[in-house]
């Protein structure tokens, strides 16, 4: 079956530009999480949703970030106004419903601003 | 902060051989333990995990160890493969009344498994 998807798969920005990053979920998974990967780190946790509800959003780094998930399937990480140090990956990952099943994750996006 | 640490950032071991990986961390919150596997381009797919009411938990080639007392985990893969060949990630989360959906990485061990 189909994994977890994300687009773009490469996304390059120049500072201050808006971007909008696409995650498509597992079909059925209740629970979808965003991770930023920074070049040499391991993934950090961004925000979680259940469903449509945004959880946890404690580790958005500004208020320039922003994550929706409308219909409780699709999601939409959106930064604006990029900044350099924004530059790295941005991980999906969905799971079937409990928070503690397993995290499966997706490609990610690698974003780099200039 | 460095919450969950992996010391080696990279490890060679030959074909057939065991590898160990280290996973240090510093939270005594944290109550549940994965280890997650990463080629290059894709993103990190779960291997194994153990709570910590547990030391040990095994599947198959690989098996985890906790020593809760000494902060410390360890992932043995027996015998190693060429396939093996990835960036490993250490994680962790707090469970509590919120659950376990908060995972914290370390900064991921690159394992070569030469034939």
């Known amino acids: 079956g189909a994994g977890v998807s994300q687009s773009p798969r490469y996304k390059v920005a120049k500072r201050g530009q808006d971007v909008a990053l696409r995650c498509d979920p597992i079909s059925g998974h209740v629970s979808l999480f965003w991770y930023q990967q920074a070049l040499g780190q391991g993934p950090e946790f961004l925000t979680y949703f259940q469903n449509e509800a945004q959880l946890d959003k404690s580790g958005l780094p500004s208020d320039r970030f922003f994550a929706e998930r409308p219909e409780g399937s699709v999601s939409t990480l959106k930064i604006q106004r990029t900044q350099q140090e924004d530059s790295a990956v941005y991980l999906c990952?969905?799971?079937?419903?409990?928070?503690?099943?397993?995290?499966?994750f997706g490609p990610g996006t690698r974003l780099t601003v200039l | 902060d460095q919450q969950v640490k992996q010391n080696s950032p990279s490890l060679s071991v030959q074909e057939g051989r065991i590898s160990i990986l280290n996973c240090d961390y510093t939270?005594?919150?944290?109550?549940?333990f994965l280890w997650y596997k990463k080629y290059p381009a894709e993103g990190p797919t779960f291997l194994i995990s153990?709570?910590?009411?547990?030391d040990k938990n095994e599947d198959g080639r690989f098996t985890v160890f906790l020593n809760k007392s000494a902060k410390h985990l360890s992932l043995h893969i027996v015998p190693s493969q060429p396939g093996d060949s990835a960036v490993y990630f250490c994680?962790?989360?707090?469970?509590?009344?919120?659950?376990?959906?908060?995972?914290?990485f370390g900064k991921g061990t690159l394992l070569t498994v030469n034939p």
């Open positions: 990952a969905s799971s079937w419903a409990g928070s503690t099943d397993t995290q499966y």
């Open positions: 153990i709570s910590s009411i547990k």
């Open positions: 939270n005594s919150m944290f109550d549940y």
């Open positions: 994680a962790a989360s707090a469970g509590g009344l919120v659950g376990n959906y908060k995972l914290t």
